[in-house]
């Protein structure tokens, strides 16, 4: 029972253009959310992440945003670059509890 | 610079065949995670340790262990690796357990023959 999904799993945009990736959750328990990108033949990294007190959280070209009612959440990439091609997870987790991964998105951006 | 180390990088074991895999980090940190990743999918996590206190997840399979002997290293042991044991084995710490963000270590890829 997936409780964190990414029903995407993959997507290719141009560079420059905007790069949209979604995620869903189940648990309305789930309170703080985070994504990590992954290159290949390295561990994930975290990118960037928000509480369930705020619906966006913005860090230079990556943006966040949090829909609680809808239990839903994307990642903005503006403008793409080459180098944002990598595989992106969404994670969600309880305070001091585990933390649940989602399958990954593989973003390829297109020069 | 401050990391999470893990050795091998890739592995290759027979069928039944015990392995381990360690971890060190040199963060500092209390927390020390495991996770199995298969191929487009989820990792999954198979043990945490915070500080020398061992959790282990409900459907981590009884084949699969873990040690801590200090704050800076674990090991996974798998006792008798099946053809399922193939995967990506990520080793992560955080400085705190929940919203604390993760750091992962390259993976090892555990080939079984």
């Known amino acids: 029972d997936q409780q964190v999904k990414q029903n995407s799993p993959s997507l290719s945009v141009q560079e420059g253009r905007i790069s949209i990736l979604n995620c869903d959750y189940t648990?309305?328990?789930?309170?703080?959310f985070l994504w990590y990108k992954k290159y290949p033949a390295e561990g994930p990294t975290f990118l960037i992440s928000i509480s369930s007190i705020k619906d966006k959280n913005e860090d230079g070209r990556f943006t966040v945003f949090l829909n609680k009612s809808a239990k839903h959440l994307s990642l903005h990439i503006v403008p793409s670059q080459p180098g944002d091609s990598a595989v992106y997870f969404c994670?969600?987790?309880?305070?001091?509890?585990?933390?649940?991964f989602g399958p990954g998105t593989s973003l390829s951006v297109i020069p | 610079d401050a990391m999470v180390i893990q050795n091998p990088r890739y592995q290759v074991t027979q069928f039944g065949k015990p392995v381990t895999l360690s971890c060190s980090q040199t963060l500092n940190h209390n927390v020390m995670y495991w996770y199995q990743q298969k191929s487009s999918q989820a990792p999954k996590l198979l043990f945490h340790?915070?500080?020398?206190?061992?959790?282990n997840e409900a459907d981590t399979p009884d084949n699969f262990q873990s040690r801590r002997p200090n704050t800076s290293f674990c090991f996974l042991d798998i006792r008798s690796p099946g053809l399922g044991d193939a995967a990506m084995y990520l080793c992560?710490?955080?400085?705190?357990?929940?919203?604390?963000?993760?750091?992962f270590g390259p993976g090892t890829r555990l080939t079984v023959l």
């Open positions: 340790y915070y500080d020398k206190d061992f959790n």
């Open positions: 994670a969600a987790t309880t305070s001091y509890d585990k933390v649940i």
């Open positions: 648990n309305s328990m789930f309170d703080y």
């Open positions: 992560a710490t955080s400085r705190d357990s929940g919203s604390n963000e993760q750091f």
